[in-house]
C-alpha cells in the first residue's frame, strides 16, 4: 500500500488553518477533510504529522497523507459525506 501527500497546512497568525492541496484533490474533497473531525480522519486511515521550522519558531503546520490510493481515498470521503461530515 501507498501513501498520497493530500495537503499541507500552515497556521496563520490568527490560529487558522491554510491548506496547500495537491493537484489530485479537489475543492469538493477539501471541503470534506476539513469539516470532518482529525480523529474521525486517522480512523479511517489519514496520518497527520506535525511540521515545524528550525529557524523560525512561529511556523507551524502539518502534511496530510492517506495511507493509500487517491481513488480509495476518494470512496472513503464520499462515505464521509454521507454521514454528514460535511
Known amino acids: 500500500m501507498g501513501r498520497t501527500l493530500v495537503a499541507t497546512a500552515l497556521y496563520s497568525s490568527k490560529g487558522k488553518e491554510i491548506y496547500c492541496t495537491t493537484p489530485k484533490v479537489s475543492n469538493e474533497q477539501l471541503r470534506i477533510i476539513k469539516n470532518t473531525p482529525k480523529e474521525e480522519l486517522e480512523e479511517v486511515g489519514f ?40
Open 47 to 86: 496520518t497527520f504529522i506535525n511540521l515545524s521550522s528550525q529557524d523560525y519558531h512561529n511556523i507551524r503546520g502539518y502534511a496530510l497523507f492517506f495511507e493509500g490510493h487517491i481513488n480509495e481515498m476518494n470512496h472513503l470521503l464520499k462515505q464521509l459525506h454521507k454521514k454528514g461530515w460535511d
